[in-house]
């Protein structure tokens, strides 16, 4: 009986995420060899009429050399510094590898205001759907040259599971230095590779760790099941293997752990912001809003709010909680919270006649907002 995975040969867009350690060499920088590597199996895969989408890590890690730096370096300037000399290094290197094969390279860098605020998404989108329908290979990274701590996507591999939704793409590839999800430490004696993955009750008892030893990436298995668990939500599966195995993976053999898709589909934006934002502020409502919001899909208004906390702008991620404290969504807050305290408990007739036309607006809209 054939082994191949039909999730993998029938994808006809695929988004390969690939980490920091699994690009670069024991002595530190970019591995040409590696790069190579990679490139010959995407471009393979395109070889066969299947749009690529690359997410790849690796642009700190290829400024350390450079600036010589022996470790990734733990303060953020410090990380954006590297990242901006390495960035050009490792798209110029993708660009050499890629063009061997007659393929264009097209550099995307992401922040979350991108992909979450109203005005920027829709963009994002077309810039990829322009970048695939032209021939050319996206090559994705956070911009880590500006990206804050409050604005950071946190982990590519988060990245990888969010972009593959954007692009509406058939597959997520997920490349690591080990070749799948394991049910213990791999190193372990008794460790078994986990084949596939139907349901997340499957996982139970899976032990996992974190980053490795290298110090060059900020992942781990824990963040690769966290991106596995968005895309699979969302109708995308999923596969995890390493990357000496990637030729094989976009073949559909089976190597690695296969994660089926568990959910459909979901608006785009509204993913990003459940899981591309850390809210900056929290807005505490009474019980009949918590209804309003959580069971009616409506609007928040002031007048049922009951608490600010935290210091935001508009248009920021904000936390929505109940009574008890317990966020029960998350949204694009339209007013700034030193605006809020003097609005809480009024309605919107009120506020409209005693401050004007402006202040009648949701505090949250419906379409910003979503249920956790």
Known sequence: MSTTRTEVTDARRVVVKVGSSSLTSAGGGIDPGRVRHLVEALAATRARGVEVVLVSSGAIAAGLVPLGLVRRPRGLPAQQAAASVGQGLLVHRYTEELARYGVVAGQVLLTVDDVTRRSHYRNAYQTFAKLLELGVLPIVNENDTVATTEIRFGDNDRLAALVAHLVHADLLVLLSDVDGLYDGPPASPGASLVPEVRSWDDLGGVKVGKAGPAGVGTGGMQTKLDAARIATGAGIPVVLTAAERVGDALAGDAVGTLFHATGRRQPTRLLWLAHA????????????????????????????????????????????????GVPVARGLVNFDSEELPALLGRSSGDLKRELGAAYEREVVHRDDLVLL
């Open 277 to 324: 934002t850390e809210p900056l502020g929290t807005l505490v409502l009474d019980p009949g809003a918590v209804a309003a919001v959580t069971q009616r899909r409506a609007s928040l208004l002031a007048a049922g709010v009951t608490g600010v906390v935290g210091t935001f702008h508009a248009g920021d991620p904000v936390a929505i909680a109940g009574p008890d």
